[in-house]
């Protein structure tokens, strides 16, 4: 999709259950979010790709990563990132800017690929209450190999004229999200679709629920009053409009 002269392409970075020890019923992992004891999460793990008027691309999320990434103890990998950006014509020396919506497994592991940078002419927005919080395996893994890439933002700030990073914790302490035009990159804001009818139906594994709730409930009011669309990390389908 185009949304204010941004071109917006989602990338199916890997489709899978949650397995390892991480694997819970839905029922216990959406407490209240009626699903039935047999239910099954087959999560997509979904990037963004934004192109401006102007050819600068930002990557939104690097997914899952590769065969020996963190996330293969729990996600399917290896992910399919590079092939995803070749679809679109775009290779990874040509990225502008990646953002990290937050540090987990799943939306980091691409950034590293062999103990090198995977997207090596790019600056890396993350939060600065994400690295502060990050562990030091995380920090080693995804945020020490950039180096200088590393921009760290507190709050609100500016990735290109017109697309903009917002600070949304509850489900990391640094988590953020992308806003462009009436577009919502949402992260890990928003997991299942159960959230959008109730965002108060917390998920196991924010780290913060209270604070998630919080977060989610005001994201996805400002995102309805305007008719938005918000584009989701683990949806099936990459966007979903509300308030329509
Ligand atoms: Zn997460
Ligand atoms: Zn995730």
């Known amino acids: 999709m185009t949304v204010a002269g941004v071109e917006v392409f989602p990338l199916c970075n890997a489709v899978g259950p949650m397995g390892g ?3 819970r019923p839905l029922t216990e992992l959406f407490p209240g979010g009626g699903h039935r004891e047999t239910d099954e999460w087959v999560l997509h793990f979904h990037c963004y790709l934004l192109r401006d008027a102007a050819g600068r691309t930002v990557l939104v999320d690097t997914g899952v990563g590769p065969e020996d990434s963190p996330a293969a103890s729990w996600a399917p990998v290896p992910g399919v990132l590079g092939a995803e ?3 679109v014509g775009v290779a990874a020396e040509e990225i502008d800017a990646v953002v990290v919506t937050h540090l987990h497994s799943d939306h980091a592991s691409g950034v590293v690929v062999g103990g090198s940078p995977a997207f090596p ?3 890396h927005l993350l939060q600065r209450a994400e690295i502060e919080a990050a562990e030091e395996t995380a920090l080693d893994r995804f945020v020490r190999p950039l180096g200088e890439r590393v921009q760290v933002v507190e709050g609100g700030a ?7 990073v917002l600070h949304t914790p509850g489900h990391t302490p640094g988590h953020q999200v992308v806003r462009v035009g009436d577009l919502v990159l949402t992260g890990d804001v928003v997991l299942h679709p159960v959230q959008l009818a109730d965002p108060s139906i917390p998920y196991l594994y924010d780290d913060d629920p209270d604070l998630a709730v919080v ?3 005001k994201l996805l009011e400002q995102v309805e009053a305007e008719r938005g669309v918000i584009a989701t990390a683990h949806f099936a389908e990459p966007f979903t409009r509300l308030g329509g």
């Open 158 to 164: 500016e990735v290109f004229p017109g697309i903009r």
């Open 215 to 217: 977060t989610r409930t």
């Open 85 to 87: 950006l070749a679809r």
């Open 121 to 123: 002419n790019a600056r």
């Open 21 to 23: 020890t991480v694997r």
